[in-house]
């Protein structure tokens, strides 16, 4: 009989500005913007043995009817600059950031991202997603979008060009040799050619091989276009499910899916977002997660929810009473702009979710609790301790994105109560082992795969 070994957790912190997580209006919120924050959760995770703070990005203000909404999306900054500020503050956590592949090009973003792995010793990262959204798509240059279905098309040969790229350095293209004055040792470092649906370009790209070959990809996709996307080509999976038996569910789909495109099972993390509430007991903590739920289902809150679902404007309903007796209308202008849309089917998830409300007598706001607030981990920290572990040994995921409800102090007492629980049960580790992100989460170091090696080189 073999006993299993014990999985390590992977952690991650997030910084998700201004949202539906996240309380703002919190009397110890400090600035979103402020470099202050991202430093503090950056460095306290590190202090965790964390393996890396993720940043998200917001590519335009959110509206609801053609005025923008407080209690989500407004003011994130950029997300290379910070990673690159927290680049020179840490010296282990990994730096992943998101960054998207329809209003970017590759040769720039390639270019960026390398220089992050540079900068940083090997710690970069790369959340890859996409969007169709023409009210984003109105910020850019091409002032509009892709057809919905052609998003994963320019995705799939976008990250295989920035990996082309990528891999245009030999990592001893370098000689560097003073004494004869020989900087390349590889007179063709650096030539690139891909020619595509999507992409055409040629030349020379500028930033030699990085520490990590390639930075980390990471990516999010439920749909089946999405997960096999994600399986062919991420080295982590940001899943949305963070409940047993669908996260296991999940978990075993995309492990599957990638040993189909001829990958380890090993070499694929998955890793949802989740939430954590504190207390000294479990009622007192299940106390302090309401009270937080309550904040976080404000009105506003609940309202672009479902209006986003139904695509009407839903505010004659009352919040405490039965849900909608009209059916969503896909057809009208949306009127929630600049969100992500996660539901595949309008009207079979508004189907399930009256099913829902009906078995469990609940109204819209007990509804909106029900389906949309983020898993927690609640109790205390040895109840938390065990609920972690229970959850990633169980094989629901190989870890956690974290965070408090409030910025930026809302990870302390994980970081301070929760952590040295895993590390004394053997799930997280003590010290970092590797010194890349890689190395760390135990990932490969990609083969490097010079897409045109056959071109002439020039000195």
Do not use: C
């Not at 927290?86 to 390639?110: D, W």
């Not at 996409?130 to 240059?141: E, H, I, M, P, V």
């Amino acid at each position: 009989m073999t006993t299993r070994k014990r999985k390590q957790i992977i952690l991650a912190a997030y910084v998700g500005g201004v949202n539906e997580h996240t309380l703002w209006e919190h009397p110890q919120a400090g600035s979103q913007i402020a470099f202050d924050t991202f430093r503090h959760v950056a460095q306290t995770a590190e202090r965790g043995r964390f393996d890396y703070f993720f940043l998200a990005e917001g590519l335009a203000l959110r509206e609801r009817a053609g005025r923008v909404f407080e209690h989500d999306i407004a003011g994130r900054p950029d997300t290379l600059p910070v990673l690159a500020a927290l680049a020179a503050v840490t010296e282990h956590i990994g730096l992943v950031g998101t960054l998207n592949s329809t209003f970017n090009e590759p040769y720039e973003l390639a270019r960026q991202l390398a220089s992050l792995d540079h900068l940083s010793g090997g710690r970069a990262g790369w959340n890859v997603v996409t969007s169709w959204d023409a009210f984003t798509g109105q910020n850019f240059r091409r002032g509009g979008f892709l057809p919905r279905e052609q998003r994963y098309a320019r995705a799939e040969e976008f990250v295989r060009t920035v990996r082309e790229l990528w891999d245009s350095w030999a990592g001893d293209a370098l000689a560097a040799d003073k004494q004869s004055g020989r900087f390349l040792r590889d007179a063709s470092a650096g030539v690139f050619a891909h020619h595509g649906d999507q992409f055409d370009i040629e030349g020379r790209f500028t930033v030699p091989r990085s520490p990590q070959g390639h930075p980390v990809i990471v990516q999010a996709g439920v749909s089946p276009q999405g997960r096999d996307f994600a399986a062919a080509n991420s080295d982590l999976i940001f899943s949305p499910y963070s409940r047993l038996p669908e996260a296991r569910d999940f978990y075993d789909d995309i492990k599957k899916r990638a040993v189909a495109h001829g990958r380890h099972p090993d070499d694929i993390k998955i890793v949802p977002g989740a939430g954590f509430v504190l207390g000294d007991s479990r009622e007192d903590a299940e106390e302090r997660a309401a009270h937080i739920r309550e904040q976080q289902l404000s009105d506003r809150a609940v309202l672009v929810q479902f209006e986003q679902l139904w695509n009407r404007d839903l505010s004659a309903y009352d919040l405490d009473g039965p849900l909608p007796d009209v059916d969503p209308d896909p057809e009208a202008p949306p009127i929630i702009q600049g969100r992500a849309f996660i539901h595949q089917d309008r009207f079979e998830t508004v189907r399930q979710w009256r099913a829902l409300a009906e078995a469990k007598g609940l109204s819209i706001r007990g509804l909106a609790a029900e389906v949309s607030t983020r898993e927690q981990f609640v109790g205390t920290p040895e109840q938390v301790a065990d609920a972690l572990d229970a959850f990633v040994q169980a094989d629901g995921a190989d870890g956690v994105v974290i965070g408090g409800h409030h910025t930026p102090h809302g990870l302390d007492e994980f970081v301070e109560k929760v952590v040295p629980l895993l590390q004394e049960r053997g799930s997280l580790r003590s010290e970092y082992e590797g010194t890349t992100l890689r190395e760390n989460l135990g990932l490969p170091v990609p083969a490097r795969r010079p897409a045109h090696a056959d071109l002439a080189a020039t000195a």
